[in-house]
């Protein structure tokens, strides 16, 4: 089993960038698709980002194509998202995820193990 802590959270004006980070405990990280979700309050989780084992292929939500990176070092075993041009629509409670598949989910149920999640506030 594997576990995660995120990081990087915080409060930021409109417009402005964040990078939220999710270091894994275990060896066996860079087996997992790795993901991020959202959520924000009296609204479900929402699929934001995933990376596959190598970092080779990703996947993004329409709502943060462009705007939102996700990547991640195997070597160690954390993940990264970069968040830019950041609207007050963005703020959320910000969680990542291991898939122990390589389909690069987008819903909540297709992930494994779970961070505890990190406040993402935007102003406007």
């Given at each position: ?16 960038s ?9 060896r066996?990280?860079s087996s ?6 959202r ?32 990547s991640?070092?195997?070597?160690k ?6 968040m ?24 909540a ?16």
């Amino acid at each position: 089993q594997v576990q995660f802590v995120e990081s990087g959270g915080g409060l930021v004006q409109a417009g402005g960038s964040l990078r939220l980070s999710c270091a894994a405990s275990g060896r066996t990280f860079s087996s997992y698709t790795m993901g991020w979700f959202r959520q924000a309050p009296g609204k479900e989780r929402e699929f934001v980002a995933a990376i596959s084992w190598l970092g080779t292929r990703t996947n993004y939500a329409d709502s943060v194509k462009g705007r939102f990176s996700i990547s991640r070092d195997n070597a160690k075993n954390t993940v990264y998202l970069q968040m830019n041009s950041m609207s007050p629509e963005d703020t959320a409670i910000y969680y990542c995820a291991a898939e122990k598949g390589a389909r690069l989910g987008v819903f909540a149920r297709d992930y494994d193990y779970w961070g505890q999640g990190t406040q993402v506030t935007v102003s406007s």
